[in-house]
């Protein structure tokens, strides 16, 4: 026990480990199983996006909004959250506006949908566009195509004049940079040229 590195505390920690790796039964580790890729499904559905029509081969698990930024390129259309609590994903779907990460791209065969893409004209921005411009709307802009959709879709929906009932239309889109006060300016602005 005069050897350098072993004491008495060294020696009951090295027994004590030989000990129980002796006393424990072999075990024997099952081998992993390879589960085998289970094949897409998928369907061919058409899509009427932004005035253009489209005949699309889409993976039946394939949310509208993966099926529209990652098949079609409407990069627009941002993925924020992946669970309908931010609003960043805002489309129009027949003129209503809906979550593009909460419903299958299979659920809208024949369907005609708005992306953030499809608001302009010609080039020329939208009116709500040209507000949050104007107002400066915007500040990291990660948010901006959603609450752009959703303004847009509440000037034709039954919302009041007051300003919470416009932060009440707007609640299902979320700014983490607060620039909530020129949203809501822009919105006024556009529904005051509507009313």
Not at 28 to 43: F, G, I, N, R
Not at 98 to 119: K, P, Q, R, Y
Request: contains cysteine; hydrophobic residues 35%.
């Amino acid at each position: 026990m005069d050897s350098p590195g072993w004491n008495r505390r060294s020696f009951l920690k090295a027994a004590a480990a030989a000990g129980a790796a002796a006393a424990m039964p072999d075990i024997a580790v099952p081998e992993p199983q390879v589960k085998p890729d289970v094949p897409a499904s998928s369907q061919s559905i058409r899509l009427k996006v932004n005035g253009t029509s489209r005949q699309l081969n889409v993976d039946t698990r394939a949310t509208l909004l993966d099926t529209l930024r990652e098949q079609m390129g409407m990069a627009g259309t941002k993925k924020g959250c992946d669970h309908g609590q931010c609003g960043a994903c805002t489309v129009h779907v027949n003129g209503r506006r809906i979550n593009s990460c909460l419903t299958f791209a299979v659920m809208h065969d024949g369907d005609e949908i708005t992306t953030i893409e499809g608001l302009a004209d010609a080039g020329q921005l939208s009116p709500m566009q040209a507000a949050f411009v104007e107002h400066d709307a915007f500040q990291c802009g990660y948010c901006t195509p959603g609450q752009i959709m959703s303004a847009t879709a509440l000037l034709r929906e039954p919302v009041g004049n007051t300003d919470d009932d416009l932060r009440e239309a707007m609640s299902g889109n979320i700014c983490r940079c607060g620039a909530y006060p020129n949203i809501l300016a822009a919105i006024k602005s556009v529904r005051s040229q509507h009313s």
